[in-house]
């Protein structure tokens, strides 16, 4: 009779775990069909490829971001590097400043110098020791100071058609944007599954001095996972650029807040350990659906902020409850 009543225990709480793992993406369908019932546009065609434009650069940023937050770290340098990748890369393609038209390569570069803050943010965190919100923080105004200089006082304007349409066209009904941010998330989970980055992140981020003594060269494996939130973020200011035809300081001025929220939403842990970027994309959607859908229902922007800072600190509050007595210190 124990024997029964133990099997049945353990089966509840593992419906319970996966009911847990899945109430970020309820939540999403959940959302998509109450605004579908309230607004008769939500599901128009011409308001699904707006909501898919919406969503393509904060999943580049989100998926960057989540290799971070499953340290148990944060990377707050998002804003500055978008920034200035987006001055690099429209200053070294075809613009109306200067005679360079690197093609692709100005791409390749502005993605690469997002790599290098991301290297920066890793090497003060792991051989400095310097906290990875204060280090970030400020390679971030690092960034914005360097995307003010390369501004100059107007912001460049970029006229290479290729990378015009790239970031306004689309394939049919949906946006090229939307398939490159598909391309990178796909990119992002093979590192995450299959490479030694993407499955020690979960290892650290967990347990940090057990990953240590287990003999895990802990401080490359933090490094890289920076340097691949940097390079997102180095492609979202490009791909930005492209969308709106300039490069200045303020492009990813609201990327931050939106990638750390997607993040939560989607269920990884601020504490690290827990989430991946599936679940990121998952996030994503939630924070996009919110937004727009209160938009067609007439609620102004004061409001969904509030509804947004409301939803974060619900998400975070029920994804980290089963972990509140292990849970001591906010890292």
């Known amino acids: 009779m124990s024997h029964t009543k133990a099997t049945a225990s353990v089966s509840m709480s593992v419906w319970r775990h996966r009911l847990a793992d899945a109430g970020p993406l309820i939540a999403l369908v959940v959302l998509v069909l109450v605004f579908a019932l309230v607004s008769p546009i939500f599901l128009s065609q011409g308001n699904l490829s707006i909501l898919l434009t919406q969503l393509s650069i904060p999943i580049v940023v989100a998926t960057g971001m989540t290799f971070v937050i499953l340290l148990g770290s944060i990377d707050l340098s998002v804003s500055g590097v978008m920034a200035t990748s987006s001055l690099v890369f429209v200053l070294l393609a075809q613009n109306d400043r200067n005679d360079i038209s690197l093609g692709f390569g100005?791409?390749?570069?502005?993605?690469?110098?997002?790599?290098a803050f991301g290297i920066l943010n890793g090497l003060l965190n792991v051989r400095l020791g310097i906290p990875s919100f204060m280090?970030?923080?400020?390679?971030?105004a690092i960034g914005i100071g360097v995307a003010t200089v390369l501004f100059g006082g107007r912001a460049p304007r970029l006229i290479d058609e290729g990378f015009r349409t790239l970031g306004t066209g689309s394939w049919g009904p949906v946006p090229l944007l939307f398939l490159v941010s598909i391309l990178v998330v796909a990119a992002a989970w093979g590192v995450q599954r299959y490479t030694k980055v993407g499955r020690y992140g979960y290892v650290i981020g967990g347990d940090e001095p057990i990953a240590k003594l287990s003999g895990i060269a802990v401080?490359?494996?933090?490094?890289?996972?920076?340097?691949?939130?940097g390079l997102a973020s180095g492609l979202a200011g490009s791909l930005s650029a492209m969308q709106l035809g300039v490069g200045s300081p303020q492009i990813g001025g609201d990327a931050l807040f939106a990638a750390i929220t997607a993040v939560v939403l989607g269920g990884t842990l601020l504490v690290g350990g827990r989430g991946g970027v599936l679940r990121s994309l998952?996030?994503?959607?939630?924070?996009?659906?919110?937004?727009?859908?209160l938009i067609l229902v007439g609620f102004d922007s004061s409001v969904q902020i509030a509804v947004q800072g409301a939803v974060i600190i619900v998400a975070v509050a029920a994804t980290g409850w089963r972990l509140r007595r292990r849970i001591r210190v906010i890292k």
Do not use: D, R
Request: aromatic share 6%; proline share 3%; hydrophobic share 60%.
């Open 135 to 140: 280090a970030t923080l400020g390679t971030g």
């Open 219 to 229: 401080g490359p494996y933090k490094v890289a996972a920076f340097v691949l939130a």
């Open 106 to 115: 100005a791409l390749l570069i502005a993605t690469l110098v997002g790599g």
């Open 282 to 293: 998952v996030g994503v959607g939630i924070l996009v659906v919110l937004a727009n859908g």
